[in-house]
């Protein structure tokens, strides 16, 4: 499985950005299509995962109901949509994939996309 991700940008504390995840190669049932930041200074940390086969979703705390991940499998993408950023959300995104059954922690991801920095000013 390849992953890429894309959408990050320059923002505004306050506004929305939307993240997606291009997932190519062979999709198993199984997939975990996990969000993880990276904020400088700071380890890397998950923020949301979806299942690929039913849809379930995993958030982490920091997301905060502000965070909402959905996938499409007709387009092979998976979507971060983030509202009423904050400059704490500053960071480089990642879409990483996984076949475990444990998908909020990073060591579980074996597939991993290249990121797309996420820029919030106050």
């Known amino acids: 499985v390849q992953l890429q991700a894309s959408g990050g940008g320059l923002v505004q504390a306050g506004t929305s950005l939307r993240l997606s995840c291009a997932v190519s190669?062979?999709?198993?049932?199984?997939?975990?299509i996990g969000w993880f930041r990276q904020a400088p200074g700071k380890e890397r940390e998950f923020v949301a995962a979806?299942?690929?086969?039913?849809?379930?979703?995993s958030y982490a705390g920091s997301a905060g109901g502000r965070f909402a991940i959905s996938k499409d499998n007709a387009k092979n993408t998976v979507s971060l949509q983030m509202d009423s950023l904050e400059p704490e959300d500053t960071a480089v995104y990642y879409c990483?994939?996984?076949?475990?059954?444990?998908?909020?922690?990073?060591?579980?991801?074996?597939?991993w996309g290249q990121g797309t920095l996420v820029t919030v000013s106050s």
């Open positions: 190669g062979r999709i198993y049932n199984n997939y975990k």
């Open positions: 990483a994939a996984t076949q475990s059954g444990v998908f909020t922690m990073q060591g579980y991801y074996r597939e």
């Open positions: 979806v299942t690929w086969s039913g849809g379930r979703t």
